[in-house]
């Protein structure tokens, strides 16, 4: 009876190990993926990303031609 109570304890202990760490997505990750889906909005979500790379390409161009005048 006692090997059958620590063989019990043993098996409900084993499941109680650590965690291991979920990998976190970016959140232009999960952008990425909700923009791609099926659900209501993606077109909105789809979007503002297609708006905030315009903006990030412009000024990408604006700081090349600053780093030029600079030089």
Do not use: H, K, Y
């Not at 063989?7 to 760490?21: A, K, M, Q, R, S």
């Not at 209501?40 to 161009?61: E, F, K, M």
């Amino acid at each position: 009876m006692r090997f059958a109570i620590v063989g019990l304890v043993l098996l409900l202990t084993v499941g109680c190990g650590p965690e291991e760490p979920q990998p976190t997505r970016s959140e232009g990750a999960r952008d990425s993926s909700i923009a791609e889906s099926a659900v209501p909005g993606a077109a909105g979500v789809r979007s503002a990303l297609s708006v905030a790379d315009s903006a990030n390409a412009r000024r990408a161009r604006e700081d090349s031609i600053m780093a030029a005048d600079d030089q």
